[in-house]
């Protein structure tokens, strides 16, 4: 048996998990659905879902393992908590940003976006949290901060990049 993982985010869906990990399985390499788990009889006062519908699913995206529980339609997401995709160039952004909004996700602001589940995810230069943010020189930030404030949905690396450089 395979170790667990010591932390495993668990999103919950009312009746989606299945489809949730599947979506998101197809748009991350390194990314498989683990296992299965099923409602049993057991419980059915509690759950109320039929035996053999799915209970909950556990994926990994990138090597990530994740948890996508049927927890029925009590609570649902916010921004409060969301994923975030750092990616190497425009080519990556462009790809995560059309998959994970396609099928009735939301555009956002600033680089955020809501996949068709409600799930929320920020897809972002790799070199804005690893460089751009967190130069010591805070004209640097200030640039890139203005000019990411102005974007009203995914983001552009090179106004980005080119604010940090004052160009």
């Not at 949730?20 to 057991?42: K, L, P």
């Not at 203005?146 to 940090?164: D, N, S």
Request: proline share 5%.
């Amino acid at each position: 048996m395979a170790k667990l993982q010591r932390v495993v985010p668990c999103l919950w869906f009312d009746t989606e998990a299945e489809e949730a990990a599947t979506f998101y399985t197809s748009i991350f390499d390194n990314a498989r659905i683990v296992r299965v788990t099923r409602f049993a009889e057991a419980g059915q006062e509690i759950h109320g879902r039929p035996a053999g519908s799915v209970m909950a699913v556990v994926f990994t995206l990138d090597g990530q393992e994740f948890m996508a529980l049927n927890g029925g339609p009590q609570f649902k997401f916010t921004e409060a908590v969301s994923f975030q995709v750092f990616c190497e160039t425009q080519e990556e952004i462009d790809y995560y940003w059309s998959r994970l909004t396609a099928d009735g996700g939301q555009e956002g602001p600033c680089g955020w976006l809501k996949d068709r589940f409600g799930l929320s995810w920020q897809v972002v230069p790799r070199a804005m949290e690893e460089e751009w943010l967190v130069d010591p020189d805070p004209a640097r930030v200030q640039r890139v901060l203005e000019v990411l404030y102005t974007m009203e949905g995914k983001l552009e690396i090179e106004p980005l990049r080119r604010a940090y450089y004052g160009e």
